[in-house]
């Protein structure tokens, strides 16, 4: 077998039986490929951890940060892993292998100003796409969910939002986790509710849906997210990942209970929840510039 074809088996099997994105699938795809053709002439299984790391130095040097190197070393990783499952190596030549430190950026969240004005009623000439599109966004921000995570949802979970306040999800990996529903967005997925069959198909089980009345693409809740905060009137490009960040920044600000903001999002480590007390921080400096009369210059 070509390691081409091992690379098409290996991303295979973990869209089917791993459930992975197809945004990770992508991902793997683009960064295994680079692998192949560092490697060259060798095959994935003559290749040592001394040619790995003359890899990631060569990627390093062209400009590769270490954040997209760290990615790259897991996608590396996971298919040599995959490998020695199936017999074609005998060690991971991956492990130890670190790439260089990178600086960690924070989360781009919104204030709590400006999520109120992205949320604020508009007037719109498709009163129909409106409702749908301010039930998409209040959800988002209401619950933190990922951009994977709402374009999911079934009709079917419309009981437990608007009745029991709360929605079951699958995350990464296949994660469920149940995440609370505020009322605003319950209200806005009740009149959601009231308009959705003028747009959904018969037997469409989605519950967002596009014109054409099938579930609506990653791609177009992002653009209308993207055009609505420009009506809003906001200085930056918003996009869906922000309305996450906004949603536990805000929690965080409001409880200081870093660990339920961890359940909430899904997070398999609190190290990645930890990012956002950092915001937290952010916030608090800038109410003490602001209001501390020996902080002003």
């Known amino acids: 077998m070509t390691a081409t074809a091992t690379v098409d088996d290996y991303l295979a099997e973990l869209a089917e039986q791993r459930r992975q994105s197809p945004h990770t699938i992508s ?7 680079r692998l192949l053709a560092l490697a060259g002439d060798a095959r994935p299984g003559e290749l040592q951890v001394q040619q790995i790391r003359r890899f990631v130095a060569r ?49 781009n969240a919104l204030s709590v100003d400006e999520a109120a004005a992205l949320l604020a009623p508009e007037a719109d000439d498709d ?12 959800l988002f921000y209401s619950s933190g969910l990922r951009l994977a995570e709402l374009a999911a949802l079934d009709c ?13 999800v699958l995350g990464k990996r296949s994660k469920a986790r149940i995440v609370p529903v505020g009322a605003r967005a319950r209200a806005a997925l009740a009149a959601w509710q009231v308009l959705r069959g003028q ?74 929840t930890q990012v956002y007390t950092h915001l937290d921080f ?11 009369p020996r902080a002003k210059r």
Request: glycine share 10%; hydrophobic share 40%; charged share 20%.
């Open 27 to 33: 991902n793997y795809r683009r960064d295994l490929k």
């Open 59 to 107: 990627l390093h040097a062209q400009g590769l940060s270490g954040r997209s190197l760290a990615r790259m070393l897991s996608a590396w990783r996971g298919y040599f892993g995959w490998l020695g499952q199936h017999g074609a190596v005998s060690a991971n030549p991956c492990d130890g292998v670190r790439p260089p430190k990178a600086p960690r950026r924070l989360p």
């Open 127 to 138: 009163h129909v796409l409106a409702a749908r599109d301010v039930a998409m966004f209040e």
């Open 156 to 168: 079917a979970a419309l009981e437990s939002l608007l009745v029991d306040g709360e929605v079951r």
């Open 199 to 272: 747009l959904a198909g018969e037997d469409e089980p989605a519950l967002f849906v596009s014109r054409r009345g099938t579930r609506l693409g990653h791609r177009a809740i992002q653009d209308r997210l993207g055009r609505h905060a420009l009506r809003a009137g906001l200085p930056r490009h918003v996009h869906p990942h922000m309305l996450r960040h906004s949603f536990a920044s805000h929690v965080l600000q409001s409880s200081g209970d870093l660990r339920a903001v961890q359940e909430m999002l899904g997070h398999a480590s609190i190290a990645s």
């Open 282 to 292: 952010q916030h608090l400096a800038k109410v003490y510039d602001a209001a501390h």
